[in-house]
């Protein structure tokens, strides 16, 4: 009943052709096929960048670095504001491509375009904020203080989930701080790679500034070794799975490189008694079923008291039941498909193996037509290890407890730490969650997805410890440097040391 509903690929190819038009990208061809999972077909091919294509990039964005650098910071923000204004201008566009490649409903996809608008205006008003500190020197007639300093090119790696966003937070702060970018964006997700890029090289254009200050390079884990092992990237910041960043963090670190860890995370809600049922129910189906369960920040452990898990769980699988599955472009559309056939076997795979452990499938679960899946809640006996692995699917495990020390061991007991939420009344459980948990994120009474960029956003332990968006994320683009300055005609040693 679905497939006949669904928009046609010819469809989806007209309107990627119009969205990618109207960003100024031009005719395509190449051997990098860009997909749809809304159909599971092709679009049209897409230019490939080889390993020299890489390190043309990586060579370019060094050379503007050097112009880029002598840039006022406020200068440098006036360009984020032009890119903040086309995005606006292009939202629209920008979103029906998220959409036709990524498989996000509408209304996640523009806000997902919402989320770069948002991050360059930000990064507009931190480009007067780059502030270092000045401390009171022990030595008189000296002053100590801190400057920052551009670091050089960073090299983004980002995942098919977040296509667009991801770029843009580390893509606008990076240019406000003096660096160039060169980003590999997910194979999944080429195109709406190249209109972020045409959008920013417009505005380049528009403000004078220099040339390849942001290169795509379409390539694969491979190539992309060149961007991994390049002495002349400063920085790594890499978005994707734990695999991924076990992989790359190694090699970045043997070349004395920096690293910003974006990866897996397996969230969970611990629901209290004295929750709001109606309102917790309303969180966890956003941040569990939303974006299909993909999303690193997607609910996917749900710990809730042995009170009130019934009446929860009855509420939940209600909600479910009627959730409305599909193509993305369908009206009421809430969950639209996995990303690919990988996507939708592991999640098979991880049902099944939750069933060996003793799990029980209380909704939902079943494949449909074409690259379409069922949220599904298991209940599960205990935390077994396929509880404690990241699937990249709409899997919601519910466990149950009758202590809070019981709930955040269960809680911290996995090998991720992104995001995390408490639903409670009770103002004293709140706060020792908020200290309990081991989450780079940790909200109370919201589920865990759905985040502001004026947050630092990231996580601990296998997650990978990056923080980038809001915040002080910033000074992981940037060098700081420590300066003594003495306008004294004496040259006292610190610590009282004498040498004569
Ligand atoms: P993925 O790891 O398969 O790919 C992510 C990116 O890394 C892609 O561009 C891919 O080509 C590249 N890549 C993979 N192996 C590489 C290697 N060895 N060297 C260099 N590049 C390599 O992830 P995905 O399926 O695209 O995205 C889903 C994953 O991303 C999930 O685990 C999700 O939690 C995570 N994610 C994390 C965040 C976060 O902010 N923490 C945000 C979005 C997605």
Excluded at 32 to 52: C, H, K, M, N, Y
Excluded at 92 to 102: F, M, N, P, R
Excluded at 141 to 165: C, D, K, Q, Y
Aim: hydrophobic share 45%.
């Amino acid at each position: 009943a679905i497939a006949s509903t669904l928009t046609t690929t010819d469809e989806l190819r007209n309107r990627a052709r119009v969205a990618l038009t109207a960003c100024g990208v031009g005719a395509l061809d190449g051997p990098v096929q860009a997909r749809s999972p809304i159909t599971g077909e092709a679009l049209f091919g897409v230019p490939g960048a080889d390993a020299d294509a890489v390190r043309t990039a990586i060579a370019n964005a060094k050379t503007a670095f050097e112009t880029w650098r002598t840039v006022p910071a406020p200068v440098r923000g006036a360009l984020v504001k032009r890119l903040g204004e086309l995005l606006t201008e292009h939202k629209a566009d920008l979103a029906e491509l998220v959409t036709i490649e990524a498989g996000k409903i509408p209304s996640e996809a523009l806000g997902e375009v919402q989320e770069m608008i948002d991050i360059c205006d930000f990064a507009v008003g931190l480009s007067r904020q780059l502030d270092g500190r000045t401390m009171p020197s022990e030595r008189p007639g000296h002053r100590l203080m801190e400057t920052w300093h551009p670091l050089g090119v960073v090299g983004v790696i980002s995942a098919f989930n977040f296509p667009v966003a991801v770029w843009s937070w580390n893509t606008a702060i990076a240019l406000v701080c003096g660096d160039t970018v060169v980003w590999k964006p997910s194979e999944l997700t080429s195109l709406t790679a190249l209109a972020s890029a045409a959008l920013l090289d417009r505005a380049a254009r528009e403000c004078g500034a220099p040339e390849h200050l942001n290169a795509v390079v379409v390539t694969d884990a491979e190539t992309a070794q060149v961007l991994v092992d390049s002495p002349d990237v400063a920085l790594v910041s890499a978005t994707g799975s734990e695999r991924m960043g076990a992989a790359v963090a190694p090699r970045v670190a043997a070349r004395f490189g920096r690293a910003l860890l974006e990866l897996g995370g397996n969230n969970a809600a611990v629901v209290a008694p004295s929750a709001d049922l109606e309102l917790a129910a309303r969180g966890i189906v956003f941040s569990a079923a939303g974006t299909a369960g993909q999303r690193c920040t997607t609910m996917r452990r749900l710990i809730v008291h042995e009170d009130v898990a019934d009446a929860l769980v009855e509420r939940l699988t209600g909600i479910y039941a009627s959730l409305r599955i599909g193509d993305p472009y369908a009206d009421d559309t809430l969950v639209g498909p996995l990303i690919n056939e990988a996507g939708v076997e592991a999640m098979q795979r991880a049902l099944a193996q939750a069933v060996e452990d003793g799990g029980e499938v209380l909704v939902g679960g079943a494949r449909r037509e074409g690259l379409y899946v069922e949220p599904a809640i298991v209940r599960m006996p205990a935390q077994t290890k396929i509880v404690q692995t990241e699937t990249f699917a709409p899997i919601l495990y519910v466990l149950t407890y009758r202590e809070l020390d019981e709930a955040v061991a269960l809680h911290n007991d996995v090998p991720q730490g992104l995001s995390s939420s408490i639903f409670t009344t009770d103002q004293r459980e709140a706060e020792r969650f908020l200290v309990a948990s081991d989450c780079g994120i940790v909200n109370v009474n919201i589920g865990t997805s759905g985040a502001e960029i004026g947050g630092a956003f990231g996580g601990e332990k296998t997650t990978g410890g990056g923080r980038e968006s809001g915040s002080d994320a910033w000074r992981a683009y940037m060098r700081r440097a420590t300066n003594t300055i003495n306008y004294s005609d004496e040259l006292p040693l610190a610590q009282g040391v004498t040498f004569t």
